[in-house]
C-alpha cells in the first residue's frame, strides 16, 4: 500500500462485511416473516434474495427474520420500516416481487400498492 | 465474498476462552451446516464484550442480540430458532424485552450497556481481531493516514495536548505533554513503548484490549512515532497473556504485509517498526524505568528519576512510554478532534475510563465508562450490585497502589484527581467490590503480601519495610496486635511512602493507609476485642455449641479432624475446645439442628 487512497479501497471492500454490524442506524429496516409457515410457503428464497440485492446494490438497509407475524395465508410476509418507524407490510411475496421490492421502495422510495396487505382481496 | 445474511460473533477473549467458546464455534459451524444455513450465517470469532462473568458471549448481527453463558448444549437451539426461524432465544438473552409488546430492546439500551460509553473499547467485540480488513472497514489506520499526509509532528503533539488525554495506566500524567518532551529532545533516535505490562490484581483493561483490538494499539504507536521524531517501538507485554501476545503478533505481520509498517509508510517517507518483548510478569515492570531496563535485557529494578524516560529512555534514547489504554484512545482523537474527545468526562479528567469489575458484584467484567460517572453507577447500575443480598462494603480501586472508597463516598464522579483526594486513586482500572463478608485488615494484608512478593529489592524502604509491615498485619491478624502494633504500622507506612525509590514502594501502603482511616473500627475489632467481624481471620473465630441447645448427638464430635470435640451422647452436651479447634468449620456443616456458631 502506498497511499490513503489505496486504504479506502480496503475500507470499501471490506465494508460489506461489516455494514450489518453499525449500530442499527439504517435507512430502511426489513423484516422478513421465518416461522414454518413463512417458511413453507418460500420465505427463504425471499430473504436470500433481498439479502443479496441490498448488498450489491450498497444500501444502507437491515435486513432481518422474525417469527410468525400472524397472518399465515398470506406469507410469505415483508416489512419495511422506514428511519421513523413507519410500517409498510408487503405480503405473498417470491423471490421476482423481492426485486422490485428492493429496487422501487429501498432504492427509490416509492410504496408498492399493489403489494401490500391493505391491497389484498380474497 | 459472498453475501452472508447473518454473522455470529463468539468472543475469543481470556474469559470466554476459559467458558469454552472455542468449541462453541466449531459447534456452530457443525449446526449451520447440518441446517443447510452455511452459505447464509457466517461464524466469526471476535473481542471481549464486557460480561466475562456470565460468558461465554455471543452477539448475533444484524439483529444485535447478545446470549450470554452459551453452553453447547444451547447451540443446537439457537441455530434452530433464531437463525433459521428468526425467533431469538429468550432464555439466554441479554437484551431485555418488553413485557406488553413483546418487543426486543436494544442491546444499548440494558442496564449494563446503557451507561456505557466505549471509546477505547471501541470495536472490541464488534471485530474480527485477526483481520486487519474488518479494522479498516470501521475507519481503521485513517487516523494514521490522516496525520501523516496533512499534520505535522507538532500539529499531532497539539492535537493530543489540547485533548486533555491523561495516562491511563494509573498516574494521569497528561500524555500530549509527555510527547512534547520527547519531540523536543534532539536526535533522530527515539523510542515509542507501549506498556501492556499489567499487573494489578483483577485487572484485565489491557489484555482485553490488546485481545479484541491489537490494530488500535498499533496504528497510535506509529502515531506516536511520527508526532515525535522515531522510527521504532516496542510492546513490552508480559508472557502471560498468550491470546494477546499471539493477536498482536498476528496484527503486527498484517499490518507489515500492508505497508502500515515498515519503510516509507503511505509515501510518506515515515519508517516505523515494531517489535514485541515479552515479560515475564513482574508486577515492578509496569514501572516505566524497570520496564526499560527489562528491555534492554538487564534485571527489571527502576532507577531514580530524572533523567525522565522523554530524555533518557531505552538505549539512553529519548523514549516515550504510553500505557495501552491510553493509546488506544489516540486514533480516536486524531479522528474525531481533540473537541470531541474534551466533550466527553469531566474537565480535568476528560474521556472514558475502562474499569475491570470484580469482586462481589453481580455482572463480573469490563466496563468503559464517561469519566464523571459515579462509583454508584458503576456498581449498582451497570455492575447490578453485590449477589446474594449482601451488604456492600467498600470498593477497592488503584490496586496494590490504592485504596479503599466506603458506601458514603460512592457518589463521588469518577476522575484521577476526584480519586486520590479520597485516598484512592484511578489505577489501571481495576475495581474490586468488597461486601460485609471481606474482612479489611485480610484485604490490606492480602495487598502487601502482593506487594512483599513482588517489591524487586533494590531500595531498603521497600525490600525491609513492607515485610515489616506485612508481618504487624499478620500479627493484628492473628489477634496478638496491639495499639502500639497499629501506630508502628501507620508510622512505618508513612516512613516508606516518603523513602522508597519508585513508584511501586510509595504507593505500596496506600492499601493499609486507607483501610486504617476508612475502617478504624475493624482493625479496633481485632486489636481490642480480638474479633474479626466478617469471620474471616482463622485465629480470631470461635466455634461454639450452644449448650442448651444441643441435642447430644455427637455428629460433630465424629466430623472434627483433630478430636476438639468432647462430650457424651445422649447424656452430656458437647463442646468445643478452642486451643485445639482448627476453625475447619467442619462440625458446623455436620451439625443438623444449627446449633453451632462461629463468632
New interface residues.
Given amino acids: 500500500m502506498k497511499s490513503l487512497e489505496d486504504l479506502k479501497k480496503i475500507r470499501d471492500q471490506a465494508k460489506t462485511q461489516m455494514s450489518m454490524r453499525g449500530n442499527g442506524e439504517t435507512d430502511y429496516r426489513v423484516v422478513i416473516g421465518m416461522a414454518t409457515c413463512g417458511i413453507a410457503a418460500g420465505a427463504r428464497p425471499v430473504l436470500n434474495t433481498i439479502v443479496e440485492e441490498v448488498a450489491k446494490a450498497g444500501l444502507s438497509v437491515t435486513v432481518m427474520q422474525t417469527g410468525c407475524i400472524g397472518m399465515c395465508t398470506l406469507e410469505p410476509i415483508v416489512e419495511v420500516f422506514d428511519k421513523n418507524n413507519n410500517k409498510t407490510t408487503y405480503v405473498l411475496i417470491d423471490s421476482k416481487k423481492a426485486k422490485e421490492i428492493v429496487l422501487r421502495h429501498l432504492i427509490h422510495g416509492e410504496i408498492i400498492e399493489d403489494f401490500t396487505v391493505g391491497q389484498y382481496k380474497k | 465474498?459472498s453475501?452472508?445474511?447473518?454473522?455470529v460473533?463468539v468472543c475469543a477473549g481470556t474469559g470466554c476462552t476459559i467458558g469454552n467458546s472455542g468449541e462453541l464455534i466449531k459447534e456452530f459451524e457443525k449446526e449451520i451446516r447440518a441446517m443447510g444455513l452455511d452459505k447464509?450465517v457466517d461464524v466469526l470469532r471476535t473481542g471481549c464484550l464486557g460480561l466475562c462473568g456470565a460468558g461465554p458471549n455471543i452477539s448475533i448481527?444484524?439483529?444485535?442480540i447478545i446470549y450470554k453463558g452459551v453452553k453447547k448444549e444451547d447451540v443446537k437451539d439457537i441455530v434452530m430458532e433464531h437463525l433459521?426461524?428468526?425467533?431469538p432465544v429468550q432464555r439466554l438473552m441479554l437484551n431485555e424485552t418488553d413485557l406488553e409488546t413483546n418487543e426486543i430492546h436494544?442491546i444499548?439500551h440494558t442496564k449494563f450497556y446503557s451507561k456505557q460509553k466505549r471509546v477505547a473499547l471501541n470495536n472490541c467485540g464488534?471485530?474480527d481481531p485477526e483481520n486487519i480488513?474488518?479494522y479498516?472497514?470501521?475507519?481503521g489506520?485513517?487516523a494514521l493516514?490522516k496525520a501523516l499526509?496533512e499534520m505535522t509532528p507538532q500539529d499531532v503533539v497539539d492535537e493530543i495536548k489540547n485533548s486533555g488525554l491523561r495516562g491511563r495506566g494509573g498516574g494521569g500524567f497528561p500524555t500530549g505533554l509527555k510527547w512534547q518532551f520527547a519531540l523536543n529532545e534532539p536526535g533522530d533516535e527515539k523510542y515509542v513503548i507501549c506498556n501492556a505490562d499489567e499487573g494489578d490484581p483483577g485487572a484485565f483493561m489491557d489484555r482485553s484490549i490488546l485481545e479484541g483490538n491489537p490494530h488500535s494499539v498499533i496504528e497510535a504507536m506509529v502515531i506516536a512515532g511520527y508526532a515525535i521524531g522515531a522510527h521504532h517501538g516496542y510492546i513490552y507485554i508480559r508472557a502471560e497473556y498468550p491470546i494477546a501476545v499471539e493477536r498482536l503478533n498476528t496484527a503486527i505481520s498484517q499490518a507489515k504485509e500492508?505497508?502500515?509498517l515498515g519503510k516509507?509508510i503511505?509515501?510518506s517517507g515515515f519508517d516505523f517498526d515494531l517489535e514485541i518483548r515479552l515479560g515475564a510478569g513482574a508486577f515492578v515492570c509496569g514501572e516505566e524505568t524497570a520496564l526499560i531496563k527489562s528491555i534492554e535485557g538487564e534485571r527489571g529494578m527502576p532507577i531514580s528519576k530524572p533523567p525522565f524516560p522523554a530524555h533518557k529512555g531505552v538505549w539512553g534514547k529519548p523514549t516515550i512510554i504510553n500505557n495501552v489504554e491510553t493509546l488506544a484512545n489516540i486514533a480516536q482523537i486524531i479522528m474525531h478532534g481533540s473537541e470531541w474527545f474534551k466533550s466527553i468526562g469531566t474537565e480535568s479528567s476528560p474521556g472514558t475510563k475502562v474499569f475491570a469489575l470484580g469482586g462481589k458484584i453481580t455482572n463480573t467484567g469490563l466496563v468503559e465508562v464517561p469519566m464523571g460517572t459515579t462509583l454508584r453507577e458503576v456498581i449498582y447500575e451497570i455492575g447490578a450490585g453485590c449477589p446474594n443480598n449482601k451488604r456492600f462494603k467498600a470498593v477497592q480501586t488503584g490496586g496494590p497502589s490504592g485504596g479503599c472508597l466506603t458506601e458514603e463516598q460512592l457518589d463521588t464522579p469518577i476522575g484521577f484527581d476526584e480519586l486520590v483526594k479520597l485516598g484512592s486513586m484511578m489505577g489501571s482500572g481495576g475495581m474490586i467490590v468488597l461486601d460485609e463478608d471481606n474482612c479489611m485488615v485480610d484485604v490490606a494484608r492480602f495487598y502487601m503480601d502482593f506487594i512483599v512478593d513482588e517489591s524487586c529489592g533494590k531500595c531498603t524502604p521497600c525490600r525491609v519495610g513492607t515485610k515489616r509491615m506485612l508481618e504487624l498485619l499478620e500479627k493484628i491478624c492473628d489477634g496478638q496486635g496491639t495499639m502500639e502494633t497499629l501506630d508502628e504500622l501507620e508510622t512505618l507506612a508513612l516512613t516508606i511512602k516518603d523513602t522508597a525509590l519508585c513508584g511501586l514502594g510509595q504507593s505500596a501502603p496506600n492499601p493499609v493507609l486507607s483501610t486504617i482511616s476508612q475502617f478504624k473500627d475493624e482493625y479496633l475489632a481485632h486489636i481490642v476485642d480480638k474479633r474479626c467481624p466478617a469471620g474471616v481471620c482463622k485465629k480470631l473465630l470461635r466455634y461454639e455449641i450452644d449448650k442448651d441447645a444441643c441435642r447430644k448427638c455427637g455428629l460433630c464430635a465424629r466430623q472434627c479432624p483433630v478430636g476438639a470435640i468432647s462430650g457424651k451422647i445422649g447424656k452430656v452436651a458437647f463442646e468445643i475446645d478452642s486451643d485445639k479447634c482448627i476453625r475447619c468449620g467442619l462440625c458446623m456443616k455436620a451439625c443438623h439442628f444449627k446449633v453451632i456458631e462461629r463468632k
Fill in positions: 465474498m453475501i452472508k445474511r447473518m454473522q460473533l447464509e448481527y444484524p439483529d444485535n433459521y426461524k428468526g425467533r436494544d444499548n464488534v471485530i480488513n474488518e479498516i472497514a470501521q475507519d489506520y485513517f493516514g499526509s500492508l505497508g502500515l516509507d503511505f509515501g
